[in-house]
């Protein structure tokens, strides 16, 4: 026996020597009750409302009688030729893959949404000769087939907007029915059904292009006996049971485990030709479906839903495959929906696909299910050697289910599958005594989007055709609203330098335009630099917008400071970007000053005025990260539940770890750590204990560490010269606000985390300290960065410039620079002083050149001066009649005219001027 391999705990299942169309046709024959005519319970139903397209089982055995004798007669289909099926969900999906397989031939299922390259690469490489699709997708099908005869070896399935048999072209399957007789594929010994290729479904891999997984007869037929063996709730109540077939059919989980698996569980199919959210509740309803399969992103959405306006009440399962799902989202579903229930499974194209999956009477929603029948698992570290069962590592499975192997790719087969038999999945995790399979991590870099997988080198080969790219990767970013990972690029240009966006925005384009819609870069870009460049990282610290909670201000007053510090902090960050062009930016807390005090319609417009003076004015390639203040949610004990929440639902987390410039960006909420609320600190907590695990078992890169509140120090510690404000920093606290972190608090993240460099805010001005690492006696800087804002308390504003370097042997791997804005109140009190020697000046020449004036002149004057001014006033006609009586006060009115003419225009200007500036 083995060493070190577990068997399934379930009883073996004996698998017939039958083909599949044979064995699943006399199944179906053997169990359903409504194997005639007289049966109102189908096998298929169209789910689109509306539709009457329902298939009972005589009349899908006759139609897959004719259309095979259609193939071999009319196209001329043989045994090992390979027919492609490009189709959406259809009543008829399972119509025409036993068809083709009653002949022995050879189904290739494929997207149709693929494009016309990627149908071409599966076309050549799979050798298909003959394809069946659906009518919208001819187009596609003509520019990808080269090697197809078209129109002659091709056939369609009409579709609802394309209902037309009498198209020029390629003939609906329908015009092809025949009752001739043709020689059917019955092998009769295990080789044979071992050997004979039911299906060749591709998979995305690691290395390259996809690779097409072949599986046999005895791999189907053994897949779904192993199914059926666990699903034993469908047969309690056999023929009330009715399953919504929204996953894809061209996917083997819902070809095999779901249209081939549940009929023979006496369940009627309903299907659906593309998911949409309505449309799924609404057949719930009308149809009363009891049994779904769907992916982790998809129960999620129904986990969020709001109070749901469908009768759900006839739902009792759902399985969930594809990728692993949350047990957070399970509970939060089954709290929402307390008839359903959620049960995992796991498996692989390479397997058919089923490997595991939970029993409706023995379920564990931390699992992936228990081991199906018929299967061994065992684990093995990086060099190939198995350990104890228990013990995290690759899993591996032996069975009756295992793919023969990669189409024309010996390689790649005997790397998957070792010599013993067992196939290396590329997924980490364990198996436990009652047979339990857990999937913890991937080793393999597939990225699985809803469900799909998604080959980071098939895109990264696409975007290097491109001639703007000099080099590029492709990585799974996770998305926690749509809870799964979306494809994202990291892009360098052939001219790193321009760093130019709408380059970057016209590859994406171009890149997406060539692949399914799955695979398409909905991550984003980065446009990242050479490795040998410096990263430069602007920190801004206490930006702290102006608001009514600031200075107990109203009316008035308040908006005029409103007014002049928005106009101060937008001039100061444009100023940045367009002379640094720092490619991240990190904002250090405190975003606005009253944000944890504001009811939430007022703090949402305050929100968007943040976003106004700062992430609007962002180049799109520049990335942004926000840290949560004190202002923003409390501090410890006085956190604003609230407030945090809200932060985390517009903002973005307050706990992140960023891989920037070859260095570990560690944005800490130190804030919350200090709460006596479990819940509340949990979130740190559990990044502290991560961060700590990294260190002990592997070298990390260089680490720094953000935290909003500076960390404790002595008292009368020195914070160098830069400091504007008395030379120590204060140690106060008081309702939501300290000064610095505890003494104990500081000791934990030196001794968990041991940085390279500490940034902090929250003090206004500028501090630059030592600090010793207790655990090791190591010494690391904080630098504490001043205040952005000009109202902060400080007379000069400032940021914070990080450039990061390649790691090297020195460990001189970072450079710090404090950059001080411009002291803005001198700079009203120069335009204040100039605007006021203006005046004197244009006064003191006016007054000159009056002196030479005579009487009958300033007369003249003082007519047009009453003309002149752009506004009618009675004061001028007033000054006239004085004239007569008192040169002086002519001569003054000369002089404010002029002034009036000069100085008004000027002022106007400066102010203009300034606000544009």
């Given amino acids: 026996m083995d060493e070190y391999v577990s068997r399934s705990t379930l009883a073996d299942v004996d698998i017939p020597l039958l083909d599949l169309p044979s064995f699943w046709f006399s199944r179906m024959n053997q169990i359903h009750a409504f194997a005639t005519d007289e049966s109102p319970r189908p096998v298929f139903v169209d789910g689109k409302e509306g539709s009457m397209e329902v298939l009972f089982l005589k009349r899908m055995h006759k139609l897959c009688t004719q259309l095979a004798s259609g193939l071999y007669h009319e196209l001329g289909v043989r045994n090992g030729d390979m027919v492609a099926v490009v189709l959406p969900n259809t009543v008829y999906y399972l119509v025409v893959t036993l068809a083709i397989q009653m002949i022995g031939a050879t189904c290739t299922p494929a997207n149709p949404a693929y494009t016309a390259d990627e149908l071409a690469f599966q076309f050549r490489h799979s050798g298909t000769k003959y394809v069946i699709a659906a009518s919208t997708v001819l187009p596609i099908i003509q520019a990808a087939g080269s090697a197809i005869s078209y129109p002659d070896h091709v056939l369609y399935i009409s579709c609802a907007d394309d209902a037309s048999m009498d198209r020029p072209g390629p003939r609906s399957i329908f015009r092809v029915l025949s009752d001739k007789p043709f020689p059917r594929f019955q092998p009769r010994t295990k080789a044979e059904l071992q050997n004979a290729a039911a299906f060749v479904c591709y998979s995305s891999g690691t290395t390259g292009l996809p690779k097409g997984a072949v599986l046999s007869h005895y791999n189907i037929v053994a897949n779904i006996l192993q199914g059926i063996a666990v699903q034993s709730h469908m047969s309690s109540s056999r023929y009330q049971r009715k399953t919504l077939a929204v996953l894809p059919l061209f996917h083997s989980f819902g070809l095999v485990l779901m249209a081939h698996s549940l009929p023979l569980c006496g369940s009627s199919l309903v299907t659906m030709s593309s998911f949409d959210m309505s449309q799924f509740l609404r057949i719930i309803e009308l149809h009363r479906i009891t049994d779904t399969l769907l992916v982790p992103p998809v129960i999620n959405a129904l986990a969020k839903l709001p109070l749901v306006e469908y009768d759900l009440s006839s739902l009792k399962w759902i399985v969930s495959g594809a990728s692993p ?382 935290t909003h509140v500076p960390m404790w120090r002595p008292p009368n510690t020195n914070c160098g010269p830069l400091r504007q404000t008395p030379y120590a920093m204060l140690s106060r606290s008081g309702y939501q606000f300290r000064d610095q972190l505890f003494q104990n608090t500081t000791e934990l993240l030196l001794n968990a985390i041991q940085p390279h460099a500490v940034f902090s805010g929250d003090d206004h001005d500028t501090c630059t300290i030592s600090h010793v690492i207790p655990s090791t006696n190591k010494m690391v800087t904080e630098y504490t960065i001043g205040a952005f804002g000009w109202a902060s308390g400080v007379p000069i504003a400032s940021y914070a410039l990080l450039t990061l370097y390649p790691r090297s042997s020195n460990n001189t791997s970072f450079v710090v620079q404090n950059c001080f804005l411009p002291y803005q109140l001198g700079i009203y009190q120069c335009y204040a002083l100039a605007f006021v020697c203006s005046i004197v000046l244009v006064a003191i020449c006016c007054y000159h050149d009056s002196n030479s004036q005579s009487v009958s002149a300033l007369n003249i004057e003082m007519g047009l001066f009453s003309h002149s001014l752009p506004w009618q006033h009675p004061l001028p006609q007033y000054a006239h009649t004085l004239s007569k009586h008192s040169t002086v006060v002519k001569r003054t009115l000369l002089i404010m005219k002029d002034v009036a003419k000069v100085g008004v225009p000027t002022f106007v200007a400066c102010i203009l001027y300034f606000y544009t500036v």
């Fill in 325 to 706: 799902l949350c047990t957070d989202t399970i509970k939060a579903l089954e709290l929402s929906f307390p008839h359903i229930h959620v049960m995992q499974g796991y498996g692989l194209t390479e397997t058919s696909p089923g490997l595991s999956l939970n029993s409706p009477h023995c379920r564990n929603i931390h699992s992936s299910g228990s081991l199906l029948p018929n299967l061994e698992c065992t684990v093995v570290d990086d060099y190939g050697t198995r350990l104890k069962p228990g013990s995290s590592g690759e899993l591996c499975f032996r069975g009756p289910n295992i793919m023969t192997g990669y189409l024309n790719n010996r390689d790649e087969t005997d790397r998957i599958i070792d010599s013993s038999g067992f196939l290396h999945t590329g997924d980490i995790g364990h198996i436990d005594a009652k047979g339990h399979v857990y999937v913890t991590d991937r080793k393999k870099e597939l990225i699985k989007f809803n469900g799909f997988q998604v080959a980071p080198a098939e895109l990264e080969g696409v975007l290097m055709q491109h001639p703007q790219i000099k080099d590029c990767a492709v990585v799974g970013a996770f998305c926690v609203k749509r809870q799964t990972e979306l494809p994202r690029a990291y892009l360098v240009l052939n001219n790193s330098g321009l760093r130019s966006d709408d380059v970057a925005h016209a590859v994406l384009q171009w890149a997406n335009a060539r692949v399914a819609y799955y695979k398409r870069l909905r991550g984003g870009y980065v446009l990242a630099l050479d490795h040998t460049d410096p990263v430069h990282v602007a920190i801004i610290a206490d930006p702290q917008i102006v608001d009514a909670y600031s200075y107990n201000q109203s009316g008035l007053l308040l908006r005029l400071t409103e007014f002049f510090t928005d106009i101060y902090m937008r001039k100061s960050y444009t100023a940045l970007q367009q002379l640094q062009q720092p490619p991240t930016i990190i904002f250090l807390g405190d975003l606005m000053d009253g944000g944890r005090e504001w009811a939430h319609t007022d703090w949402i417009k305050e929100y968007q005025r943040f976003l106004l003076l700062f992430v609007n004015r962002k180049p799109k390639s520049t990335r942004v990260y926000h840290m949560a203040g004190n202002h923003d949610i409390g501090i410890g004990n006085t956190i604003v539940q609230n407030a945090l929440q809200r932060f985390h639902e517009y903002v973005g987390p307050t706990n992140q770890i960023l891989d920037i410039g070859g260095h570990q960006i560690i944005l800490l909420d130190t804030l919350t750590l200090e709460s006596d609320n479990k819940d509340v600190r949990k979130s740190t907590q559990q990044t502290i204990d991560w961060l700590q695990t990294e260190r002990t078992e592997m070298q990390p890169k260089p680490r720094i560490l953000f």
